[in-house]
Protein backbone atom coordinates (compact mmCIF):
# COMPACT_ATOMS: atom_id res chain seq x y z
CA UNK A 1 0.00 0.00 0.00
CA UNK A 2 1.48 3.54 -1.16
CA UNK A 3 1.80 6.38 1.07
CA UNK A 4 0.22 9.79 -0.83
CA UNK A 5 0.66 12.89 0.37
CA UNK A 6 -3.13 14.00 0.83
CA UNK A 7 -3.24 17.39 -1.10
CA UNK A 8 -5.87 20.11 -0.36
CA UNK A 9 -7.58 22.26 -3.30
CA UNK A 10 -5.35 23.47 -5.76
CA UNK A 11 -4.51 27.73 -4.79
CA UNK A 12 -6.12 29.87 -7.36
CA UNK A 13 -3.11 31.91 -9.48
CA UNK A 14 -4.25 35.37 -7.92
CA UNK A 15 -1.91 38.28 -6.52
CA UNK A 16 -3.31 39.69 -3.87
CA UNK A 17 -2.12 43.56 -2.15
CA UNK A 18 -4.07 44.12 1.25
CA UNK A 19 -3.85 46.67 3.31
CA UNK A 20 -4.52 47.31 6.89
CA UNK A 21 -3.33 49.11 10.19
CA UNK A 22 -4.07 46.62 12.57
CA UNK A 23 -1.28 43.53 12.50
CA UNK A 24 -3.77 40.95 13.92
CA UNK A 25 -6.28 41.45 11.18
CA UNK A 26 -3.38 41.50 8.81
CA UNK A 27 -2.20 38.17 10.20
CA UNK A 28 -5.47 36.64 10.04
CA UNK A 29 -6.36 37.79 6.12
CA UNK A 30 -2.36 36.65 4.78
CA UNK A 31 -3.37 33.18 6.60
CA UNK A 32 -6.83 33.17 5.32
CA UNK A 33 -6.21 34.04 1.73
CA UNK A 34 -3.26 32.37 1.45
CA UNK A 35 -4.95 29.09 1.71
CA UNK A 36 -6.86 30.07 -1.26
CA UNK A 37 -4.82 32.43 -3.01
CA UNK A 38 -1.22 32.09 -4.79
CA UNK A 39 0.63 34.93 -3.15
CA UNK A 40 -0.61 37.84 -1.01
CA UNK A 41 1.77 40.91 0.63
CA UNK A 42 0.11 42.78 3.07
CA UNK A 43 0.84 46.43 4.16
CA UNK A 44 0.10 49.12 7.10
CA UNK A 45 -1.33 52.18 5.93
CA UNK A 46 -2.76 54.26 2.42
CA UNK A 47 0.76 55.29 1.78
CA UNK A 48 2.77 51.87 1.57
CA UNK A 49 0.03 50.31 -0.50
CA UNK A 50 0.46 53.08 -2.98
CA UNK A 51 4.36 52.39 -2.77
CA UNK A 52 3.57 48.63 -3.47
CA UNK A 53 0.84 49.01 -5.98
CA UNK A 54 3.44 51.49 -7.93
CA UNK A 55 6.56 49.17 -7.59
CA UNK A 56 7.56 46.61 -10.04
CA UNK A 57 8.86 44.13 -7.82
CA UNK A 58 5.20 42.99 -7.10
CA UNK A 59 2.55 42.84 -9.88
CA UNK A 60 -0.95 43.37 -7.72
CA UNK A 61 -4.00 41.69 -9.19
CA UNK A 62 -5.93 42.57 -6.50
CA UNK A 63 -6.30 44.95 -3.26
CA UNK A 64 -8.40 44.83 -0.32
CA UNK A 65 -7.66 47.72 1.61
CA UNK A 66 -8.97 49.46 4.76
CA UNK A 67 -10.59 52.89 4.60
CA UNK A 68 -9.51 54.09 8.50
CA UNK A 69 -5.19 53.93 8.68
CA UNK A 70 -2.92 56.84 9.43
CA UNK A 71 -1.36 59.18 6.81
CA UNK A 72 -3.80 58.30 4.07
CA UNK A 73 -7.49 56.30 3.80
CA UNK A 74 -8.02 53.59 1.86
CA UNK A 75 -10.43 55.27 -0.25
CA UNK A 76 -7.72 58.40 -0.48
CA UNK A 77 -5.60 55.61 -2.31
CA UNK A 78 -7.87 53.98 -4.74
CA UNK A 79 -8.71 57.47 -5.97
CA UNK A 80 -4.55 57.59 -6.45
CA UNK A 81 -4.93 54.12 -8.10
CA UNK A 82 -7.45 55.16 -10.18
CA UNK A 83 -5.22 57.45 -11.81
CA UNK A 84 -3.39 54.73 -13.06
CA UNK A 85 -5.40 51.61 -13.04
CA UNK A 86 -8.78 51.51 -13.88
CA UNK A 87 -9.22 47.66 -13.76
CA UNK A 88 -7.60 46.48 -11.19
CA UNK A 89 -10.33 44.69 -8.73
CA UNK A 90 -10.79 46.90 -5.17
CA UNK A 91 -12.60 45.79 -2.29
CA UNK A 92 -12.72 48.06 0.30
CA UNK A 93 -13.10 45.82 3.78
CA UNK A 94 -13.67 48.55 6.86
CA UNK A 95 -15.78 48.70 9.76
CA UNK A 96 -16.03 52.35 9.08
CA UNK A 97 -19.85 53.42 9.33
CA UNK A 98 -19.56 56.65 7.19
CA UNK A 99 -22.46 56.38 5.18
CA UNK A 100 -20.50 58.33 2.01
CA UNK A 101 -18.09 55.46 1.53
CA UNK A 102 -20.59 53.00 -0.16
CA UNK A 103 -21.51 55.29 -3.34
CA UNK A 104 -17.72 56.97 -3.18
CA UNK A 105 -16.13 53.15 -3.69
CA UNK A 106 -19.18 52.79 -6.03
CA UNK A 107 -17.88 55.78 -8.01
CA UNK A 108 -14.51 54.83 -7.81
CA UNK A 109 -14.90 51.26 -9.46
CA UNK A 110 -14.65 49.87 -6.07
CA UNK A 111 -17.15 47.21 -3.75
CA UNK A 112 -17.32 47.76 -0.29
CA UNK A 113 -17.75 45.04 2.45
CA UNK A 114 -18.19 45.60 6.13
CA UNK A 115 -15.94 44.03 8.63
CA UNK A 116 -16.25 41.64 10.51
CA UNK A 117 -17.54 38.97 7.31
CA UNK A 118 -17.01 35.23 6.99
CA UNK A 119 -13.89 34.66 5.10
CA UNK A 120 -16.30 32.23 2.52
CA UNK A 121 -18.36 35.88 1.88
CA UNK A 122 -14.87 37.33 0.70
CA UNK A 123 -13.61 34.52 -0.91
CA UNK A 124 -17.00 34.75 -3.04
CA UNK A 125 -16.56 38.18 -3.52
CA UNK A 126 -13.21 38.08 -4.73
CA UNK A 127 -13.49 35.35 -7.02
CA UNK A 128 -16.92 37.01 -8.42
CA UNK A 129 -15.09 40.07 -9.07
CA UNK A 130 -11.61 38.50 -10.09
CA UNK A 131 -14.19 36.56 -12.86
CA UNK A 132 -15.82 39.58 -14.10
CA UNK A 133 -12.68 41.54 -14.66
CA UNK A 134 -11.10 38.34 -17.00
CA UNK A 135 -14.06 37.79 -18.54
CA UNK A 136 -14.95 40.90 -21.47
CA UNK A 137 -18.36 39.37 -21.96
CA UNK A 138 -19.37 39.41 -18.63
CA UNK A 139 -18.51 43.45 -18.35
CA UNK A 140 -20.24 43.49 -21.47
CA UNK A 141 -23.18 41.95 -20.85
CA UNK A 142 -23.67 44.16 -17.35
CA UNK A 143 -23.25 47.07 -19.32
CA UNK A 144 -26.39 46.28 -20.98
Known amino acids: MSHEEIK?????????????????ILRILKLLLGRR???VETVVDGQALMDKFSALTFNA???ITDNTMP???????????????T?????LYTTDTDRSLGP???????FLLSKPA????????IDKLRIKTDDPSESESSAA
Open 37 to 39: YSS
Open 104 to 110: AARDLGA
Open 87 to 91: TIPII
Open 71 to 85: GMSGIEAIRKIRETN
Open 8 to 24: GPEKINLRLLVADDDPA
Open 118 to 125: EINVLYNL
Open 61 to 63: EFI
